[in-house]
């Protein structure tokens, strides 16, 4: 029974070292919902979003469908100090002196951008505004002139710092019900499978950085010097502007 009692402890505490991430995650999206939630009315809230298209899928944290444009929401549970560029592979999150690298979530929006451009393909006119929101505790060190990346206690004020309006009724009516009927609801599997290609992205990418290869175009990833220190570029530049940090 002790020796029992021991491995169901340890396998607790592996299952709750696994799962930390992922609840943090949902934490910090709940928050930001509460956070968006509280919008004037003008403004259509949708949370925790899967699509999928010819086989592609796409999983967005939030939309938010006004008259001044659709606002794309990626929400990052980081804290600490978050570290990165617009056009990096990875930022980097540093607590004390432990560091962990994820995947850039200016790029990440962007491709729930380009998913929903495609999406909306009927109406080419749609103002989309991706922002990505870190915890009030991350101390963000990132550069990104072209983009907005804030955190929570911000959003609203990054959101409502668009006042011209962009979109009629009836437009807005036909991207609110383009959404309800095109977004999955309820499938495990489905989900189970999204994240399953997701990481095997992540893996082909990082497999392709070991060797020296750019992921975004085929190039050789050269060493250069830059105002913020040291970092690997494509050698294709500047039509492909893939970075890493050295």
């Known amino acids: 029974m002790y020796i029992a009692g021991i491995i169901l402890f340890f396998a607790a505490v ?11 995650g ?25 699509f999928e298209d010819n086989e592609h899928s796409t999983q967005i944290d939030h939309i938010v469908v006004s008259p001044y444009g659709v606002f794309v929401i990626e929400t990052k549970g980081y804290k600490g100090w978050i570290s990165g560029g617009e056009n990096s592979e990875y930022w980097t999150q540093t607590i004390y ?6 995947y850039n979530p200016i790029k990440q929006n962007a491709g729930h951008v380009r998913f929903l451009r495609h999406l909306f393909k009927g109406s ?10 870190f915890n009030n505790s991350a101390a963000l060190k990132v550069h990104a002139n072209n983009s907005i990346v804030v955190n929570r206690h911000n959003l609203k004020r990054a959101i409502r710092q668009y006042k011209t309006s962009v979109l009629d009724r009836e ?4 991207i609110i019900r383009t959404i309800n009927q095109n977004r999955i609801i ?3 599997n489905k989900l189970k499978q999204h994240k399953h290609n997701a990481k095997a992205r992540q893996y082909r990418s990082s497999s392709l950085i070991s060797q020296g290869i750019c992921p975004q175009c085929g ?3 050269v060493l250069r010097q830059g105002k913020y220190g040291s970092f690997y570029g494509c050698s294709n530049f500047p039509k492909c502007k893939f970075t890493l940090n050295s």
Do not use: C
């Open 186 to 188: 309820g499938d495990k």
């Open 171 to 174: 437009t807005i009516d036909w």
């Open 219 to 221: 190039g050789q990833l």
């Open 97 to 102: 002196k432990s560091k962990h690298q994820f």
């Open 14 to 24: 592996i299952f709750i070292k696994l799962k930390m991430p992922m609840w943090k």
């Open 26 to 50: 949902k934490y910090s999206e709940k928050l930001v919902r509460n956070k968006i939630q509280k919008l004037p009315e003008e403004y259509v809230v949708f949370n925790n979003l899967l």
């Open 124 to 133: 080419a006119n749609i103002l989309f505004i991706p922002i990505v929101v």
